[in-house]
């Protein structure tokens, strides 16, 4: 055997070594690429969530009017019972040309036969039926006289009264209706000189279904002067309406049917209507009583219709405390056609008292923020004098809006931008009016010199707006 060692064979293949090197220069130049590419900013990547425009089914509609004209205290052995004054005429009607069902409503609380009614309008299949009525009432007697007009409007879970007071010659009446099936409680907070309070007994106020309760506000806002009232309902929506009345000395002054507000920072009064002695008499003819829950800063501006949206007179600043019914008066506006628009930086409700005069046989009534109409809406005229329907256009841009019975012409009326227009109406006629997508305010308002009333449109109630839906 040769002495030389025989070489045994390497238990590595030959290069190996060069490429594991190789291969951990790699690895760590890797580490390092992934450490420098996680400082780095990394390019935002967000899925909007998924969200439809969802149109409700329709569904039945149902309205309530606000029934007679109630007297409290005409009985002398219950100063405090309600009578029926004055029947009120109700004007109903839908876009069909055919007249929604109606029946009464029970009123515990009245004595006399005459009652509210209410309205319930089917839909045809899966098509919305729209349906309106409206109701008015005159009345000429040694302590009411006056004229009332008002629409009768879909229950809602809240609702703001702003108007009424409790001093001596006022009266005012909180009508309550539950046109549905189901049982309601409301709770009325009063807002006044003290801020927000819920009276005695007004925590819990039970409204029986197709049922209207009647509850003087004297015994709600006892001593406040400029009330706001909050409605709010649980159980089921409620109508809410104030029927007040005035006397001075001995001569009647007027009487007034009042709807509810919502809050909105931008609150828009079509169709002040400045007739009779109130453009001559000196004295507070017009005011504006508004409420904010919030510290706020107001500004109060009053257009003259015709007059391409120009101030009637210097806009004002007020500032309203939080829980603090504030007053201001517009002084005196000759006779004309006027929009009152109160702006404020936190959400407001308002509302204008108006009237004809001081003397015998002047009347009042409050006139109500309209909210924005954009489709097409139906509405009723009830019985009266002077009727017409004014509508405002804050935008800036010109709008083209049809108005037609329900089984006449369209007839189109152009209103310039910042502009509010006033055109006569049939009473006792059920119209349609549609701004074609084009937000308007609107109000029917009647207007002599001893009769003075107005309402404002609504939106649609057979035709809900649409919901947006996540799924």
Same mark, same amino acid.
């Given at each position: 055997?040769?002495?030389?060692?025989?070489?045994?064979?390497?238990?590595?293949?030959?290069?190996?070594?060069?490429?594991?090197?190789?291969?951990?220069?790699?690895?760590?130049?890797?580490?390092?690429?992934?450490?420098?590419?996680?400082?780095?900013?990394?390019?935002?990547?967000?899925?909007?969530?998924?969200?439809?425009?969802?149109?409700?089914?329709?569904?039945?509609?149902?309205?309530?009017?606000?029934?007679?004209?109630?007297?409290?205290?005409?009985?002398?052995?219950?100063?405090?019972?309600?009578?029926?004054?004055?029947?009120?005429?109700?004007?109903?009607?839908?876009?069909?040309?055919?007249?929604?069902?109606?029946?009464?409503?029970?009123?515990?609380?009245?004595?006399?036969?005459?009652?509210?009614?209410?309205?319930?309008?089917?839909?045809?299949?899966?098509?919305?039926?729209?349906?309106?009525?409206?109701?008015?009432?005159?009345?000429?007697?040694?302590?009411?006289?006056?004229?009332?007009?008002?629409?009768?409007?879909?229950?809602?879970?809240?609702?703001?009264?702003?108007?009424?007071?409790?001093? /001596?010659?006022?009266?005012?009446?909180?009508? &309550?209706?539950?046109?549905?099936?189901? %049982? #309601?409680? *409301?709770? !009325? +907070? =009063?807002?006044?000189?003290?801020?927000?309070?819920?009276?005695?007994?007004?925590?819990?106020?039970?409204?029986?279904?197709?049922?209207?309760?009647?509850?003087?506000?004297?015994?709600?806002?006892?001593?406040?002067?400029?009330?706001?009232?909050?409605?709010?309902?649980?159980?089921?929506?409620?109508?809410?309406?104030?029927?007040?009345?005035?006397?001075?000395?001995?001569?009647?002054?007027?009487?007034?049917?009042?709807?509810?507000?919502?809050?909105?920072?931008?609150?828009?009064?079509?169709?002040?209507?400045?007739?009779?002695?109130?453009? /001559?008499?000196?004295?507070?003819?017009?005011? &504006?009583?508004?409420?904010?829950?919030? %510290? #706020?800063? *107001?500004? !109060? +501006? =009053?257009?003259?219709?015709?007059?391409?949206?120009?101030?009637?007179?210097?806009?004002?600043?007020?500032?309203?405390?939080?829980?603090?019914?504030?007053?201001?008066?517009?002084?005196?506006?000759?006779?004309?056609?006027?929009?009152?628009?109160?702006?404020?930086?936190?959400?407001?409700?308002?509302?204008?008292?108006?009237?004809?005069?001081?003397?015998?046989?002047?009347?009042?009534?409050?006139?109500?923020?309209?909210?924005?109409?954009?489709?097409?809406?139906?509405?009723?005229?009830?019985?009266?004098?002077?009727?017409?329907?004014?509508?405002?256009?804050?935008?800036?841009?010109?709008?083209?809006?049809?108005?037609?019975?329900? %089984?006449?012409?369209?007839?189109?009326? =152009?209103?310039?931008?910042?502009?509010?227009?006033?055109?006569?109406?049939?009473?006792?006629?059920?119209?349609?009016?549609?701004?074609?997508?084009?937000?308007?305010?609107?109000?029917?308002?009647?207007?002599?010199?001893?009769?003075?009333?107005?309402?404002?449109?609504?939106?649609?109630?057979?035709?809900?707006?649409?919901?947006?839906?996540?799924?």
């Amino acid at each position: 055997m040769s002495a030389d060692r025989v070489k045994k064979p390497s238990r590595f293949p030959a290069g190996l070594g060069a490429r594991l090197i190789l291969g951990s220069v790699t690895a760590i130049g890797a580490v390092a690429a992934v450490t420098a590419a996680a400082a780095l900013p990394w390019p935002g990547v967000s899925t909007p969530p998924v969200a439809l425009d969802v149109t409700p089914a329709p569904a039945e509609t149902v309205l309530a009017c606000d029934g007679p004209l109630l007297a409290l205290g005409r009985d002398p052995q219950n100063a405090q019972a309600l009578t029926v004054a004055a029947p009120s005429t109700v004007t109903s009607g839908n876009d069909q040309g055919d007249a929604p069902a109606s029946d009464a409503l029970a009123q515990p609380t009245v004595e006399g036969e005459a009652a509210a009614s209410r309205f319930v309008q089917l839909p045809d299949g899966k098509e919305p039926v729209s349906a309106a009525a409206a109701s008015s009432v005159s009345v000429s007697d040694v302590d009411l006289s006056g004229f009332a007009a008002s629409a009768c409007r879909a229950p809602q879970m809240e609702s703001w009264i702003v108007g009424g007071d409790t001093e /001596t010659g006022t009266t005012g009446i909180l009508l &309550v209706a539950n046109p549905g099936d189901v %049982d #309601a409680t *409301v709770q !009325i +907070t =009063v807002y006044g000189v003290s801020g927000p309070t819920t009276p005695p007994g007004a925590e819990a106020v039970a409204i029986p279904p197709r049922t209207q309760v009647a509850l003087p506000i004297a015994g709600l806002a006892g001593g406040e002067a400029s009330p706001v009232l909050r409605i709010t309902a649980t159980g089921a929506p409620v109508r809410a309406t104030l029927q007040s009345s005035l006397i001075r000395t001995l001569d009647p002054g007027g009487i007034d049917l009042q709807s509810a507000v919502r809050p909105a920072t931008t609150q828009i009064i079509p169709g002040l209507r400045v007739v009779g002695a109130a453009a /001559t008499t000196e004295g507070a003819t017009t005011i &504006v009583r508004l409420l904010s829950e919030q %510290d #706020a800063e *107001v500004t !109060i +501006t =009053v257009s003259e219709a015709g007059s391409g949206g120009a101030p009637a007179r210097e806009p004002e600043t007020v500032q309203a405390v939080a829980g603090s019914p504030l007053e201001v008066d517009l002084g005196g506006l000759v006779a004309g056609d006027y929009t009152v628009t109160v702006q404020s930086d936190a959400p407001v409700v308002a509302a204008v008292w108006q009237t004809t005069g001081f003397g015998k046989g002047a009347d009042f009534a409050w006139h109500t923020a309209a909210p924005a109409v954009a489709q097409r809406t139906l509405f009723a005229v009830p019985k009266g004098s002077d009727a017409a329907l004014s509508i405002a256009n804050p935008s800036d841009e010109t709008v083209t809006v049809t108005i037609a019975r329900v %089984d006449g012409t369209p007839k189109d009326i =152009v209103i310039p931008a910042g502009e509010t227009v006033t055109r006569p109406l049939t009473p006792r006629t059920v119209y349609i009016v549609d701004p074609g997508g084009a937000a308007v305010h609107a109000a029917v308002g009647f207007a002599s010199p001893s009769a003075v009333a107005s309402f404002a449109l609504w939106p649609d109630a057979a035709r809900p707006r649409p919901v947006v839906v996540y799924p």
